[in-house]
């Protein structure tokens, strides 16, 4: 019994020995494939940070060319629209300047009239003064102006 009990204790020795050893070869073998794991982590990550800054390079020039364009646009727009007020502006001073024109030629002409009819007036009231003088009998034509 002794020896059975020798044989069970020594065979249950060498199964944990054994089992010890599977578990060692099995966690070196895991630490391997781990550190292997880690290793091209390692490497993507490095390949990906690389692809990003290329891309984030790559974005930043694309945003200094599109800011250039659009500074050119803007600078165009900007000469373009003080181009198109001054021209509105010389226009709206010509309507301005081209309606007094045409009020100063309206009153010149009201004033020539008004002075035409005076004139007429002048004369009919000369006409008539003469007549007058004559009926009266004490005027003579020297005491009066001649026509114009």
Same mark, same amino acid.
């Given at each position: 019994?002794?020896?059975?009990?020798?044989?069970?204790?020594?065979?249950?020795?060498? &199964?944990?020995?054994?089992? *010890?050893?599977?578990?060692?070869?099995?966690?070196?073998?895991?630490?391997?494939?781990? !550190?292997?794991?880690?290793? @091209?982590?390692?490497? *993507?990550?490095?390949?990906? =940070? @690389? =692809?990003?800054? @290329?891309?984030?390079? *790559?974005? %930043?020039?694309?945003?200094?060319?599109?800011? +250039?364009?659009?500074? %050119?646009?803007?600078?165009?727009?900007? $000469?373009?629209?003080? +181009?198109?007020?001054?021209?509105?502006?010389?226009?709206?001073?010509?309507?301005?300047?081209?309606?007094?024109?045409?009020?100063?030629?309206?009153?010149? =002409?009201?004033? %020539? %009239?008004?002075? $035409?009819? $005076?004139?007429?007036? !002048?004369?009919?009231?000369?006409?008539?003064?003469?007549?007058?003088?004559?009926?009266?009998?004490? &005027?003579?034509?020297?005491?009066?102006?001649? !026509?114009?």
């Amino acid at each position: 019994m002794s020896a059975l009990h020798q044989i069970r204790e020594k065979s249950q020795k060498d &199964g944990q020995k054994k089992n *010890e050893e599977t578990i060692s070869s099995l966690s070196t073998e895991m630490k391997s494939m781990i !550190d292997d794991l880690k290793s @091209k982590l390692e490497k *993507e990550r490095q390949s990906f =940070a @690389k =692809a990003l800054s @290329k891309s984030s390079k *790559e974005c %930043e020039n694309s945003l200094k060319i599109e800011a +250039a364009r659009f500074q %050119e646009v803007y600078e165009k727009f900007s $000469k373009e629209r003080s +181009a198109h007020l001054q021209a509105f502006q010389g226009k709206k001073e010509k309507t301005m300047i081209s309606e007094h024109e045409k009020a100063c030629a309206d009153k010149i =002409a009201r004033l %020539e %009239e008004s002075l $035409k009819k $005076k004139k007429q007036d !002048d004369k009919t009231f000369n006409i008539l003064r003469k007549t007058l003088g004559s009926f009266l009998g004490n &005027g003579s034509d020297e005491d009066f102006p001649p !026509d114009d």
